[in-house]
């Protein structure tokens, strides 16, 4: 993966990652109201596919959509950047603000630890 997504793009790979494969329609489908535009989601489908991170086979003068780029792939680059950006690659900062964020106590932590 190149690049980070914008939030719509985000939004339509999250649809296609849960539906594994998906005609604009059924990606319109699962976005809650107010619904874009067909032509919207298609342009954003158009460019995600151009740039690799979904394809498509023909059925008919339609085309359904897969993504291509993998789930656990987009999650660990997201990681990635949130962890050097946000915490300067500092573990001990990443896993102090988590714990005070998720409010992990000790108990919870010593489990986790024992795991």
């Not at 980070?4 to 539906?19: C, D, F, S």
């Not at 498509?56 to 656990?72: L, M, T, W």
Request: hydrophobic share 35%; charged share 30%.
């Amino acid at each position: 993966m190149t690049r980070r997504l914008n939030a719509k793009e985000e939004q339509v790979m999250t649809i296609l990652w849960k539906l594994k494969k998906a005609f604009v329609q059924d990606i319109i489908a699962e976005i809650p109201d107010p619904q874009p535009h067909y032509n919207t989601i298609s342009s954003i489908i158009r460019k995600l596919e151009s740039e690799g991170f979904i394809s498509h086979v023909s059925n008919g003068r339609s085309h359904q959509y897969f993504p291509i780029a993998s789930k656990k792939a987009f999650r660990s680059a997201q990681f990635d950047h949130l962890f050097s950006q946000y915490f300067s690659n500092s573990k001990k900062k990443f896993l102090k603000y988590s714990i005070e964020k998720l409010d992990i106590n000790k108990n919870d932590l010593r489990n986790l630890i024992k795991k």
